[in-house]
């Protein structure tokens, strides 16, 4: 990429003037935050330029494999801020070794707030595309009240379902029925929940979804497990049960781009503020 193509979109600055973003791009979400980085009048190249750039726009999930992670931060320029969103281990070892500093900017509770609206608008979706009856009137039952389980079940109330959620601590369940749930029980009783539903939504990275649990399910249920790998449920076991299950994994990435990107770019940008890097 030429000098010309990292000027700053509608800013008429050029490299010298401005903060460049090297974006590397994975799926379409990385495309719209580097597309709002450009309207905010920074330079924004591609992962063949990171030479160049002051900051480095990482996927989310961070998979080192998947972008040549290595590769890219040792071609980065000393002082150059890489930011990343679900840092494994690994890929902050990568880091370390670059000497490049690492952010994770999913650790930040505003954009996981933000991101969980488009996760459960798609996982809305996908009820909808699987069941053959109303959301109206009809029991879900919906497993964790973290980010994304507080999100869903407030949706799935306003569109009249009747929903119950499973959580851990009794503040999360407190809120779940300040909040309009039908029911809030403790995840231990999920094996004396599941005979009354055919729709579960589970949201909590650890296995709860059981053989054991999931037998207990009507013949022909539905789960949409939201959890980042391996997921909450049994897939295994759904399967030779004879249940749906559905592993829908990055939602924002699939079903809203141009939003889940936009709220990426803000995110890092709030937090390059908060440093005293941006004006």
């Not at 450009?38 to 961070?62: H, K, N, Q, S």
């Not at 990343?84 to 670059?98: I, L, N, T």
């Not at 497990?225 to 699939?254: K, M, N």
């Amino acid at each position: 990429m030429g000098q010309m193509a990292l000027w700053a979109a509608g800013e008429g600055k050029t490299v010298e003037q401005t903060k460049i973003f090297a974006v590397v791009e994975t799926d379409a979400r990385q495309k719209a935050a580097g597309r709002m980085l450009r309207r905010m009048g920074f330079g924004v190249a591609g992962a063949e330029e990171t030479a160049l750039a002051d900051y480095i726009l990482l996927p989310l999930p961070l998979d080192d494999e998947r972008i040549g992670l290595a590769r890219l931060l040792r071609a980065a320029k000393p002082g150059a801020l890489a930011l990343g969103g679900k840092v494994s281990e690994k890929a902050q070892a990568v880091a370390d070794a670059a000497h490049i500093e690492m952010i994770d900017y999913f650790a930040r509770p505003e954009l996981a707030t933000l991101n969980a609206i488009p996760t459960a608008e798609g996982c809305i979706s996908l009820l909808l595309q699987n069941r053959k009856r109303t959301l109206w009137n009809s029991p879900v039952l919906v497993v964790g009240y973290g980010h994304i389980g507080s999100a869903l079940a407030a949706r799935l109330c306003a569109l009249g379902a009747e929903v119950t959620v499973a959580a851990r601590r009794a503040e999360q369940r407190a809120l779940a029925l300040a909040s309009g749930c039908a029911e809030a029980a403790d995840t231990s009783a999920l094996a004396r929940l599941t005979p009354q539903f055919d729709t579960v939504v589970n949201t909590a990275p650890a296995r709860l979804l059981t053989a054991e649990v999931l037998a207990a399910m009507p013949a022909g249920s539905l789960i949409v497990d939201l959890a980042s790998r391996p997921g909450g449920t049994d897939f295994a076991a759904a399967r030779e049960l004879g249940l749906t299950a559905i592993h829908a994994l990055s939602l924002p990435a699939v079903c809203a781009p141009e939003s889940a990107g936009e709220f990426v770019a803000r995110t890092v940008l709030e937090i390059l503020t908060e440093r005293g890097e941006l004006g």
